[in-house]
Nanobody, 119 residues
């Protein structure tokens, strides 16, 4: 069984910071891209940021210069440092990883962690 376990969500006031973590475990031999997505009720899940196993990063325009993604390949862990948080950053943040399980590449999702930013 392969799973992603997220942590670090919570409630903060606008302007505050949070750091999300997500660790992959199980029978996954290689992990390529890892990332974070956000979903609010009634809307589709949207990309926040991704990072490849070589360290190339990508950010949604709305979070550039405020969020920073990083990863520790030895620990199969990805992090999202969120600074200068805004109320519109509120949502459930889902970790995602593309990994090799056996002979198949699969997309794996975490259970989600709630981030609430109050004005």
């Amino acid at each position: 069984q392969v799973q992603l376990v997220e942590s670090g969500g919570g409630s903060v006031q606008a302007g505050g910071s949070l750091r999300l973590s997500c660790q992959a475990s199980g029978r996954i031999s290689v992990i390529s891209t890892m990332g974070w997505h956000r979903q609010v009720p009634g809307k589709q899940r949207v990309l926040v940021s991704t990072i490849t196993n070589s360290g190339s990063t990508n950010y949604a325009d709305s979070v550039k210069d405020r969020f920073s993604i990083s990863r520790d390949n030895a620990k199969n862990t990805v992090y999202l440092q969120m600074n200068a948080l805004k109320p519109e950053d509120t949502g459930v943040y889902y970790c995602n990883a593309r990994g090799l399980v056996g002979l198949r590449w699969v997309d794996i999702w975490g259970q989600g962690t709630q981030v609430t930013v109050s004005s």
